[in-house]
């Protein structure tokens, strides 16, 4: 069964691991993995950010792009806006391979974009 919670969960320990931690999605993609049959458990298909300053925009959107993932959960915290975020999405071309973006504001999901 999928709940909100293991989801929500995941996504709060990412957010809260260490900037240098570099397994701090797994738990997230392996998520995805085991309840949605997305991805392998390892980043690819579905990337996962953490924006907390509206100049990493760019350069998070770049980390992104490298991965040519099909889903993305983003969360924006502080003055970062999801408007940005997305308006730089649709500026990065090898994002064209995104189907779904999940927004949250901090932990708090916003909005999901669906692209066709």
């Known amino acids: 069964m999928i709940t ?3 989801f929500i969960g995941h996504v709060r320990s990412g957010i809260n691991a ?7 999605w797994n738990p997230l993609y392996k998520w995805f993995r085991d309840e949605l049959g997305i991805g392998d458990g390892k ?3 579905v990337v996962a950010k953490v924006i907390v300053d509206p100049r990493q925009v760019g350069n998070r ?3 992104m792009a490298g991965k040519f993932p099909n889903y993305a959960v983003i969360s924006v915290i502080g003055e970062v806006t999801i408007e940005k975020t997305l308006l730089r999405i649709f500026e990065q071309p090898a994002l064209a391979s995104l ?3 999940l ?8 909005r999901v974009v669906v692209f066709e």
């Open 43 to 45: 980043v690819g298909t």
């Open 61 to 63: 959107v770049d980390e």
């Open 99 to 101: 189907k779904a973006v």
């Open 4 to 6: 909100t919670d293991d």
């Open 103 to 110: 927004f949250l504001q901090n932990d708090v999901p916003d």
């Open 18 to 24: 260490p900037r240098n931690n570099s397994a701090k």
